[in-house]
């Protein structure tokens, strides 16, 4: 049910998803939902939760690989890139608008954001320890980096003829090797 509510959110938004739309792709009854979930917005927080999770994973796994840090570079940018799934952003992006109301969706975005910052401060890092990357600040290019992906990724969701996936793409290659000195190509 979760991983439905996630994908009718993403279709509708916080806002204008109502119980009986998720209820209803679900396959099963309000009262079953609300059985599982006493809230609605307990059931949108659940669900963020869950999306959020499958993001730590993918995280984590990134985490994981034991490959030069360039290669873990690119294989987070791919993952976070502005021009991923349509659907995945169009959650992300309510979620965060959501959060100005709601603590618990603020928690949970905050958490997965710091997470991702740590993973990509580690990786340039590494890189640096490593003389693979010439960066005098880690921490600050991190956030610079995802500044920048999540702020594409809003013009790409919200006004999708400004701004090509592709150029987007290009964009944070080139600010993400000008943040580690390393060639753009090699992104």
């Not at 603020?106 to 960066?135: M, P």
């Amino acid at each position: 049910m979760l991983k439905t509510a996630c994908e009718v959110i993403a279709t509708h938004g916080f806002g204008h998803t109502r119980t009986l739309d998720i209820a209803r792709a679900a396959g099963v009854s309000q009262a079953l939902l609300f059985y599982h979930f006493e809230t609605k917005d307990q059931l949108f927080a659940q669900a963020f939760g869950y999306a959020a999770q499958l993001h730590r994973n993918a995280l984590d796994s990134i985490e994981r690989l034991e490959r030069p840090p360039l290669e873990r570079l690119r294989v987070l940018l791919r993952r976070c890139s502005p021009g991923a799934a349509p659907e995945g952003w169009r959650l992300w992006i309510d979620a965060w608008a959501e959060s100005i109301r709601s603590k618990h969706l603020e928690e949970i975005s905050r958490r997965l954001d710091q997470q991702g910052r740590l993973l990509l401060r580690g990786i340039i890092e590494e890189g640096v320890a490593g003389g693979e990357f010439a960066c005098a600040d880690p921490e600050a290019s991190s956030w610079r980096i995802f500044a920048l992906i999540d702020g594409l990724a809003i013009q790409i969701h919200v006004h999708p003829q400004a701004l090509s996936r592709r150029r987007a793409a290009q964009l944070v290659r080139t600010a993400a090797a000008a943040e580690v000195g390393v060639a753009a190509a090699d992104l």
